[in-house]
């Protein structure tokens, strides 16, 4: 049941909203004084010749699965053609954040999109995201393909809030519906050359090539280039650079007047280069510091551990300069990938009213090895994670649907059954290198009290693994097998009320094998000991490892880390592995839900001309569903994570007035969340810590959308977009992890705590204007865009660390401004534009994580500073 409980910020904001959209119909009825003509395009259209009226064109959508107007069709969705996104400066599906409300994308290591504040922090196969992404109804379902460059792409929408029905396969935060253009029957293209700063270099092309008058070929082809922003000061590597090269060939056949067949070979490569990030200390009483004392490679007086800091702070921003970074010889930053995705589309009318579309497809995918976290945040390999090998992903696909109407189509209906199998290998270690601790804080954790400041100087040393074992190589082989039955339905009560019920069956299977390798321990003692380092061993795990046979002012913790050093140059030192793993597991279980909708719509009638040209008002109910899967968890192997499910109740208004100049789209909504998958900190059963998903518990959203868009005059468009969500944890408990290395199990409600990595407020406006002059036509444009400040921590000590100072574990609100100055003759053919993005060259983390109880660390990178360029086109 939806709660009620904290409706007063909704209700505030609803307030605001229906402010603005009084004061702009005001405004726009004193400031309207003649018939409008010729306007710019403005909305997902693909036709860009300017009207004779300045009214908005109609758009199309398919959000449910079937083409219908954007205004009349009661879902929260934002569409832009292609040329919106090219007026707009839009080059990649990433930077929809900027004119989308609720849509946020964090980048870099793990790319997310996040919908009203529903996504996922993690890039790994194992992690299903929140948003379904669909290329020409495709599913793509791993999120790091999931963010392409528009290459020929003629729209995309953006649907928000679960989409449990007809999407249905992980879709609890929305969906993201890109379109490539179709072949058609004449021969048509363009050639889009880019030249910018930072060596930047970008050629599109496409082409249409009819063969006969019943089938046609359209070839597409998109290279991208940029050098790096950031800069590795040891060895001078630019962090931050884009490789890229994608081509699609499509065919259409019209076998007849009622078959048409569509088929896509979509390939892309990426070799980009991750942007280097800096290290922050946000927690001096991080287990990893003075919470357990811990002694790192460095560190010469237990009193005063300081070689963690340093390593963290030779990384800093503060000590480095802007967009500089100090991450060791072998970062292991390169973004390799290759994909590639084939996909047959038939659609047969086999009868006037009712249609059968059959979507086949198969995808495969080669990522190469990538450092996935580094915790540290310096150039020490102590303690990261990797995707150690090759990662491979293939999935094959098929859907079955059928639509139509009956009863002179007052009743119209979308039904179907989808089914996918997802087979991935994915490579994964886990580096915590070696630590140290003092006699007196042995005896302290031994007896479960707190440590307290070791004597200056030390006691007697102990060296060993900081979690047991200094490394851990997971292997994962992942089955999922996903099978689905559909059906939507609208019916006309009367010609303007409109009833629509769905509802979804989805069955996911899951099968995880899992192969935990870890370092051979007396591989490690034997080497240790034949070095002459340390003495007996106890047993290999903190605390009690070995005794070293030096005093702490020898710094025994880096000599014996100098025995294992990176000899291959991989970014991982080089630990001897045992023979024999550690654990080899398998676990396979189905996640089962049957996930409804209902939604109620009501068209005003009889508007015609007036200053209300159109008017419809909906109410929807919609759940959402994403599976359940296996986590690891160190020692402790593979571990259920159950189900995430959401609960959506929305009111949503769609208005066109001033004579169909002023569109005006909002929605108001509450999203309960039961069992919220979040990335955390926990320990196994043998309290060794490890960053992993689990089950949050509960928590509800609550907010609101706004959308503008206006011509107010012949040439002047202007667009507004406006978001508010209230999100809040109704049931969120952590194990306080110092309490946990002491042998306590001590709870730490964590409600209080703000969702991670979405704003509360996202606000942008766009305007441009065209000039019309006898040497062409000449538009400025200008987009602004407004987040504000979110928050980046994973854990109890770093929600603690945002308190004291929010530069600990957040990033502040942000305004990004892009200017564009375009010229292009009066059939749009040839164009020529100038443009600059981030012009204020604003400072912002699109991805950073913070990790307060054990880590102490706050470790992020910065997006991409101001850049400029030159666009040119020519269509033919």
């Known amino acids: 049941m939806i709660s009620s409980k904290k409706s007063v910020p909704c209700s505030a904001l609803s307030v605001a909203i229906v402010t603005l959209t009084a004061s702009l119909f005001y405004g726009t009825a004193h400031a309207q004084s003649s018939p409008p003509s010729n306007p710019p395009n403005g909305d997902a259209s693909t036709d860009k010749k300017p009207a004779r009226r300045a009214v908005l064109e109609e758009v199309m959508v398919t959000a449910r699965r079937r083409e219908e107007s954007l205004q009349t069709a009661p879902v929260a ?13 839009i080059a990649n599906t990433s930077e929809l954040t900027k004119s989308v409300p609720s849509l946020e994308i964090s980048q870099g290591r793990a790319s997310q999109i996040y919908i009203r ?98 089938f046609s070929v359209r070839l597409a082809f998109n290279s991208r280039r940029r050098d790096g922003f950031t800069e590795e000061v040891v060895t001078g590597q630019k962090g931050g650079s884009v490789d890229r090269m994608a081509a699609a060939l499509q065919t259409r056949w019209h076998a007849s007047d009622d078959l048409t067949l569509d088929t896509l070979l979509f390939v892309s490569d990426r070799d980009d280069t991750l942007e280097h990030n800096n290290c922050r200390i946000n927690n001096d009483q991080a287990l990893f510091l003075e919470g357990l004392y811990v002694m790192w490679p460095g560190d010469t007086d237990p009193s005063q551990p300081r070689a963690y800091r340093e390593n ?69 390999n102590w303690s990261e994670s990797h995707n150690h090998g090759d990662s491979d ?62 004597v200056p100087g030390g006691t007697v040393a102990f060296v060993g693994a900081v979690t047991g074992n200094p490394i851990q190589e997971n292997e994962f082989d992942l089955e999922n097998k996903t099978f689905a039955a559909y059906v939507q339905s609208s019916f006309d009560i ?33 080497r240790m000991q034949n070095a002459g380092l340390v003495g007996a061993c106890v047993g290999f795990a903190l605390p009690g490892v070995c005794q070293a046979n030096m005093t702490w002012a020898s710094d025994p913790v880096g000599q014996v880390a100098a025995l294992f ?40 009638p009889n508007l015609g001309d007036g200053f209300f040209s159109s008017v419809t008002l909906y109410t929807t109910y919609s759940d959402g569903f994403k599976s359940g899967f296996f986590e690891p968890r160190v020692q402790d192997g593979l571990q259920k994570v159950e189900p995430e499910e959401v609960k959506n109740l929305e009111f949503g208004y769609k208005i066109e007035i001033l004579d169909h100049t002023m569109r005006i789209n909002g929605a108001i909504y509450a ?11 926990q320990t196994d059963s043998a309290d060794n810590l490890a960053v992993v998903f689990d089950n949050a518990g509960n928590s509800e959203i609550e907010g609101a959308e706004l959308e503008i868009l206006w011509i107010p005059s012949p040439n002047l468009l202007l667009n507004l977009a406006a978001s508010y969500n209230d999100y809040s944890f109704t049931e969120f408990s952590d194990r306080d992890l110092l309490q946990a290395s002491l042998g306590n199990n001590v709870t730490v409600d964590r409600t209080d705590e703000p969702f991670p990595v979405s704003p509360e407020e996202t606000f942008s406006l766009g305007m441009q204007y065209i000039f019309d002059t006898p040497l062409g036509l000449i538009t400025p444009r200008i987009d602004a865009s407004y987040k504000s400040e979110v928050y980046l921590g994973l854990d109890r000590g770093a929600f603690e660390a945002y308190q004291r100072n929010p530069d600990l574990a957040g990033d502040d609100a942000k305004t990004l401004i892009d200017l564009r100055l375009s010229w292009s003759t009066q059939d749009y053919k040839t164009s020529v534009a100038a443009f600059v993005k981030n012009a204020t060259d604003e400072r912002y983390l699109p991805g950073a994580a913070s990790v307060g109880s054990s880590l102490g660390t706050f470790f992020s990178f910065y997006g991409e500073p101001r850049t400029y360029g030159v666009e040119l086109r020519q269509e033919f």
Not at 77 to 89: C, Y
Not at 350 to 367: D, E, I, M
Not at 498 to 526: F, H, Y
């Open 312 to 380: 963290c702070e030779s990384n800093s921003r503060q000590r480095l300069g802007d967009l500089k970074s100090n991450v060791g010889p072998h970062p292991n930053l390169n973004w390799d990938q290759q994909q590639a995705l084939f996909g047959t589309t038939v659609e047969w009318a086999y009868s006037p009213s009712h249609q059968v579309k059959a979507v086949f497809g198969a995808r495969k995918s080669k990522k190469g090895r990538v450092i996935t976290s580094d915790q540290d945040g310096g150039p020490g």
């Open 565 to 604: 050093p990176d000899e291959d140059g991989d970014g991982i030192d080089d630990f001897p592995m045992s023979d024999v793993p550690f654990l080899d597991q398998s676990e396979e279980k189905t996640f089962s839900k049957v996930t409804p909708m209902a939604s109620l719509s009501y068209t005003v």
């Open 393 to 454: 992903q293939q999935s094959v696909s098929a859907e079955l649907q059928f639509s139509g109407g009956l009863f002179e189509e007052r009743l119209r209906y979308t039904g179907g059954l989808f089914y996918m199998q997802e087979d991935n290998f994915e490579p994964f270690t886990l580096v915590s290198g070696f630590g140290g601790l003092d006699l007196q804080t042995v005896g302290e954790l031994a007896a479960g009290q707190e440590p307290s400041r070791p």
């Open 671 to 681: 999203m309960e969340f039961t069992n919220q998958q979040l990335i955390q900190v």
């Open 77 to 89: 969705v934002s569409a832009l053609s292609g040329e919106d996104m090219r007026q707009r400066g």
């Open 117 to 214: 504040g529903v996504g996922q922090r993690s890039g790994f196969a194992r992690v299903d995201p929140t948003v379904g992404v669909y290329l020409d109804d495709l599913f793509i379902p791993r999120s790091d393909s999931q963010l392409l460059d528009t290459m020929d792409i003629v729209n995309v929408q953006v649907l928000r809030g679960p989409q449990g029905t007809l999407f249905g396969k992980n879709t609890t935060g929305g969906a993201m519906v890109l379109t490539l253009a179709k072949p058609g029957d004449t021969q048509e293209g363009y050639v889009d050359i880019t030249a910018g700063n930072y060596d930047t270099h970008t050629f599109r092309a496409a082409f249409t090539q009819p063969i006969s008058d019943d």
């Open 494 to 526: 009367t010609p303007v009320l409109e009833l629509t019920l769905g509802v979804r069956w989805t069955s996911e299977t899951r099968k995880s094998d899992l192969v935990l390798t870890q370092a051979d321990t007396a591989a490690i003692e034997a």
